[in-house]
Structures are given as structure tokens and as C-alpha cells.
């Protein structure tokens, strides 16, 4: 079974707090991938990465960096948290690509409020 | 105009029902069309997807697509409350880096 995993599912910060939220996948997927879902905007690409130490911006990058030291690990930084990006943060990871959908496999999502 | 439009519901139906979910979306580049299916406090799950037109069956599930209108389907026959989930529809081009154009999710309640 592919297993997404993220390093809390219940984050509280403080306005201007630096956050890092973890994602780790043991599928050895080239492709990882950082959203945020709210209710009545769905899923919001923020980064993604196709490689090690390569990173695309998503739809909504503003605020928010991501690392990508190891094939198996992304990590999405909020610089200076604000209010507005209280959400629920999810990761996927997914396949190379040679045709095919492009399954994403997600894991449980964190749920930050910044306060 | 978003790419990919889909009404969040909520749907509420009694269990046993046929349940008809629907997305429509705006890119002619558009290949493959999925089906995730997200339970409460859990990330989605792909659930099928259908390549090009035509329709698609698994089990109790259909997955329906029509290019020439634009039009993304999903029906659930015999409905359980374990359907009770959010089914978002997603979109991708084939070849290339394939980003995925994911609707906004229909809530489903299915009564017992």
C-alpha cells in the first residue's frame, strides 16, 4: 500500500510563527505535490516538485516555500504565518509519468489555524 | 471561469437510491477523468477514472464522460451509507507533467 504521511494531523500557530509541515511517501514517487482545501474553493495547488531539489509553483504560492532535500520528503514552509492561511494542508505524492491519469496518492491532511 | 465546475451539494439521499454526480469543465486538452472519493478528516482517494469518452463500470459505480459536451459523470447504483463522502471530479492531459485540475466536491449523505 502507498502511505502518505504527514507530521501532524492538528497544528495551532500564532500570527507571523514560521511553520513547517512534513510529508514523507515510501512509494520512492518523483512527483509530490502540497494543496489546501476550503470549503467552497476546494483544492488549491500550492507547489510541487517533480524531482529532488526541483520545485513548480502551483496556483497559490504566495506565502508559502517548500523543500525537497529527499526523494521521499516535502516540506511546505508558511514564512510568516497569517490568519488567511488557516486551512486544511494536504500532500500527494504520485507515479512518473508515461501516460496514465496521474494518480495522486494523499495523505490525512493537517489542519493549521493560525491564530 | 473555473476549469473544472461542480455543485458542493449538499446531496442527501435515502439509501438504496440512485445517485447522479456531475461535473462539467472547460479544457478540449483534457484526457483522463477521475473520481475521488474523500471521507471525513481523511485525504481523497482515487476512485476510477475513465480515458478519452465513453463510460466506465465497477461494481456499483459508473463513470461517465462526454467530450462533445464537456460533461463528467458519476452514478452510484444501490447506495449505501458507507457512500456518505465528498466525490470531487479531477481532470488531466495526457503526456508531459500531468497537473491535475481537481472540482470543488459534491458532499453525498446517503439515509439509512
Known amino acids: 500500500d502507498v502511505k502518505v504521511t504527514q507530521s501532524s494531523r492538528y497544528l495551532v500557530k500564532r500570527t507571523g510563527e514560521k511553520v513547517f509541515l512534513e510529508c514523507v511517501q515510501d512509494m520512492d514517487h518523483e512527483n509530490m505535490f502540497w494543496y489546501r482545501q476550503d470549503p467552497g474553493l476546494g483544492l488549491r495547488l500550492i507547489y510541487f516538485?517533480?524531482?529532488?531539489?526541483?520545485?513548480e509553483k502551483g496556483d497559490i504560492p504566495e506565502g508559502y516555500s517548500v523543500s525537497r532535500e529527499k526523494k521521499e520528503r516535502f516540506s511546505l514552509i508558511l514564512e510568516s504565518a497569517s490568519t488567511n492561511q488557516t486551512s486544511m494542508y494536504l500532500c500527494?505524492?504520485?507515479?512518473?509519468?508515461?501516460?496514465?491519469?496521474?494518480?495522486?496518492?494523499f495523505g490525512p491532511g493537517t489542519r493549521l489555524t493560525v491564530l | 471561469q473555473k476549469e473544472v465546475e461542480q455543485d458542493p451539494g449538499p446531496l442527501s439521499v435515502p439509501e438504496g437510491a440512485i445517485v447522479s454526480l456531475n461535473c462539467t469543465y472547460s479544457?478540449?486538452?483534457?484526457?483522463?477523468f477521475m473520481w475521488y472519493r474523500q471521507y471525513s478528516r481523511k485525504g481523497p482517494e482515487l476512485l476510477m477514472y475513465t480515458y478519452s469518452s465513453g463510460n466506465k463500470e465497477d461494481g456499483r459505480f459508473t463513470a461517465q464522460v462526454d467530450k462533445s459536451s464537456k460533461y463528467i459523470s458519476l452514478f452510484i447504483r444501490d447506495s449505501q451509507p458507507s457512500d456518505s463522502a465528498t466525490y470531487l471530479c479531477a481532470t488531466s492531459n495526457s503526456g508531459g507533467y500531468q497537473k491535475v485540475t481537481f472540482g470543488i466536491g459534491t458532499k453525498l449523505q446517503v439515509i439509512p
Open positions: 500527494a505524492s504520485s507515479p512518473p509519468l508515461a501516460g496514465g491519469p496521474g494518480e495522486q496518492f
Open positions: 479544457n478540449s486538452a483534457f484526457q483522463y
Open positions: 516538485s517533480y524531482d529532488v531539489k526541483m520545485k
